[in-house]
């Protein structure tokens, strides 16, 4: 192991100062790299500070972490390449395919939101980097290797891996000022060696990560409804009134607690206390029908973007993170966020302690006052752009986690907050949930998955890399369920593989359908749905349901979601492919003499003889039951 600090001095000279493991303190001209290993039962931490003993500022880059791995360098081996946000996706990656990622072609708007960093250094390709950590696994070896950061407040962390014998660890330090005298601590780095399942693995960083951040993940099982799959910004005050009606008498089909309006309701993107014509009656009148009514009231915002056309932007224009040009910084684009020309959203600054304290009365009126205690944040990545903010001496990672507190202090303790489009580290201790995948669609798949753009086949597979998250750092969002048979360009297959993974994700659970539109069948899936989920919730407080490897002879096309329960297990097997799929059900079973039985969500459960079919997009339910 060899740590690095990489930092410019006072006199603009780039320097470099590094540390080997045997090592505990080094220095040069003044600079001081110390670090310091824990080894306990099988896990090594690394734990890493910079001090400056001389007399002048100096300007921190970034630190590495040389890892080696054990691995043969020339032996196939494949790494986990987990993505950057919630839509950002994740998927085992072959380690030496160091070509383009389709992303680097991308407009930067694209890979400002997808990548913790723009653009990678010639040495860490995108294609070879994971964010935040990664397992890795080599042919022929039982054992696998993790590596990954246990701390995001501070500093955004990468893990890449371009050969089998040595990953590579990095914070940036986005050119933060260390002054005479003055330290920093290094976000921790863990190093685990294991035998168990990539899943099983992430599920224990998962762990150590929540516990150092002191993760919210103790909120009730969260079922609501959704303005936006159905209205998308077309949503009007009478369509969430008639909803309100429709779900309020059909409270015993559908037991839901939240019912939370979304995009289209504001005024102008940036002001969110304010709305439009559609919205005549205002928030606060609404939000008092929504508690009338019986339900909780939820309330969609992107806090951390403004356009051109808000009060917000025209009264702030020094709010924003900016170019060097002095240019306010693009982070998004929507035709339907603007009635002017420029459809562009803009980053606003939190490390701006004016902007911070805006955050704060905002979100203490929308909460406190106007009365929407469950809170949807979206396209917070925007915070963390690349830029020049007011506060030159925090990172992009300080920045973003400024703004989450902002809102929290403002919002209340007692409010749920649902992170989206959001880096995931720097949300820990902050947000009660996070969406873990792409949005869902009226369609099966994403015509550009690498984007961002939403699809349901790719949202699923999020669902299923990323259930080890559940109830270790949050409570998991899949994003809504889809219960609509018309109106929609999915198959009755693929809304019942939607229903299985979401169920089996123990996460919450959402639905988002013109409620007029829904039928006794639709009513029969939710039940199924939310019975499931809710029992596999309740078990998920020491261990997450997780990704589970094909059984031997399985079709790669194949994805499998399993939760150990206290009566057996349960298995999703979702068929990906385009053509019938088979597996032995009963190969999927972990423990002796348990019954299994194989069922569709709605459905009878029957007992499990002899190979499962599967066709193409949908997904079946395998239980072993004692």
Known sequence: MRTEIRFWDSGNIRRSLWLDRHETLTRQGGIELSANVHEQNGESVIRASVANRSGAPVTLNEARFEIPTGFPPDAPAHFFKHGYQSWSGSRLATVGDLGRHPREDAPAIIRLAHQSESVRPPEMPEAATSELFTVLECAGRPERMLAGFIGAANQFGTVTVTSPERATGRLMLDGVTLGPGESRELEPLAILRSERSVAAMAARWAAMLGRAMDARASAPYQRGWCSWYHYFHGVTEEAVRA?????????????????????????????????????????????????????????????????????????????????????????????????????????????????????????????????????????????????????????????????????????????????????????????????????????????????????????????????????????????????????????????????ATIAVSGGMLLISDDASLLTRESATLFHAVAKIGAEIDRESRDEPPLAAEPAPGAASTLRILSKRLSDGSIHMVLNRGESV??????????????????????????????????????????????
């Not at 562009?344 to 911070?356: K, R």
């Not at 009963?586 to 079919?613: D, I, K, M, T, Y």
């Open 581 to 626: 799929e088979r597996i032995d059900a009963a190969r999927l079973n972990s423990g002796a003499g348990l019954r299994c039985g194989v069922f569709e969500l709605g459905n009878q459960e029957r007992e499990a003889h002899g190979l499962l079919e599967i066709p193409p997009h949908a997904a079946r339910l395998v239980r072993f039951r004692r």
């Open 243 to 499: 909803n309100l009606r429709t779900l309020a008498a059909m409270r015993g089909d559908y037991p839901i607690d939240v019912v939370q309006i979304d995009d289209g309701f504001q005024s102008a993107l940036g002001d969110w206390d304010s709305t439009n014509a559609k919205f005549p009656s205002g928030l606060e009148r609404l939000a008092d029908e929504i508690r009338r009514a019986g339900f909780t009231a939820g309330l969609w915002t992107a806090p951390f973007l403004a356009s051109r056309e808000s009060r917000l932007m025209r009264a702030h224009p020094d709010w924003f993170i900016m170019h060097d040009s002095g240019e306010p910084l693009r982070a998004g684009y929507n035709p339907n966020w603007s009635t002017i020309d420029d459809k562009f959203a803009y980053a606003l600054d939190p490390s701006n302690p004016a902007f911070a304290e805006h955050l704060e009365r905002l979100f203490e009126r929308l909460s406190r006052k106007f009365g929407y205690t469950y809170l949807k944040l979206d396209f917070l990545y925007a915070a963390a752009a690349e830029g020049r903010r007011h506060a030159r001496n925090l990172t992009r990672a300080e920045t973003l986690r400024r703004g989450l507190e902002a809102i929290r202090r403002g919002a209340g303790d007692d409010a749920f907050i649902l992170g989206c489009g959001c880096p995931l580290g720097q949300a820990v201790g902050i947000v009660d949930g996070m969406r873990i995948g792409e949005d869902v669609a009226p369609y099966w798949e994403s015509s550009a998955p690498e984007m961002g753009v939403p699809g349901t086949a790719q949202a699923l597979n999020a669902v299923i890399a990323r259930s080890f998250m559940h109830r270790q750092l949050w409570l998991n969002d899949p994003d809504c369920l889809m219960l609509r048979a018309k109106e929609t360009g999915l198959s009755d297959e693929e809304r019942h593989s939607l229903a």
